[in-house]
């Protein structure tokens, strides 16, 4: 049973859109801009690694790491290259997303995105797929200089929609992120995606209720 709630936090990879897979692309395209010749076991396993940090804290990673002769704008730069023309051209919702949000805002519930992507990208993505219109606003960990290893950003938009932690869920698909809201007094509530497969049972206990979607939460 889900706690009661007056405000939703929305994630946007995983969560609303059914883009995780495609932040698999950025990694290899860093290795081919730099000429890395790694193992595929070994970028597979740097994919995994970058779920779980900032698109700056990675492109840190790979200059500490590979000792690269370049700054972490540029990596960074080069990544939203990359997700600008994925999310172009396979950007999707997830099932049911447009449906939920709409019969959220329809009651009034106050609705905010809170992403690891930028700002830009994520505002012309949700806006194409036609659901920018049900969200009071964007925040992301790239304004706010965090990630989603500190709640800073679930506090943000709880504060930005005037309800506090225990009355806002955090909807999302990451383990670290449900750990971080339910730590600052959230309800939180997981939703299963294939790319965090291997971290069910961490996402399981980090969250009140744990669902495959938006269609059982609006079957309920």
Known sequence: MIP?????????????????????????????????????????????????????????WFIDTYHLAAEPQEIVDLAWQVMARAYRESARLKPGAARYL????????????????????????????????????????????????????????????????????VFEDSPHSLETARRAGFVTIGFAEPVWAFAEERMRAACHRYVAGFEELLAQ
């Not at 801009?33 to 690694?49: A, H, K, T």
């Not at 019969?103 to 905010?112: D, E, I, S, V, Y």
């Open 102 to 169: 709409e019969q959220a805002h329809r009651r009034g519930m106050p609705l905010w995105v809170a992403t690891a992507s930028g700002k830009a990208l994520a505002q012309e993505v949700l806006d194409r797929l036609g659901v920018l219109r049900y969200l009071g606003g964007i925040l992301t960990c790239e304004e706010l200089g965090t990630d989603k290893n500190h709640p800073d950003i679930f506090l943000e938009a709880a504060r930005r929609m005037g309800t506090p932690p225990q009355r806002t869920a």
């Open 4 to 60: 009661a709630f007056d405000a939703a936090i929305l994630d946007m990879d995983g969560t609303i859109t059914d883009t995780m897979p495609l932040w698999a692309r950025v990694a290899p395209a860093i290795c081919r801009r730099y000429r890395l010749d790694l193992p595929r076991q070994r970028v597979e396993e740097i994919i995994r690694e970058m779920y779980f940090r900032s698109l700056t804290q990675s492109a840190r």
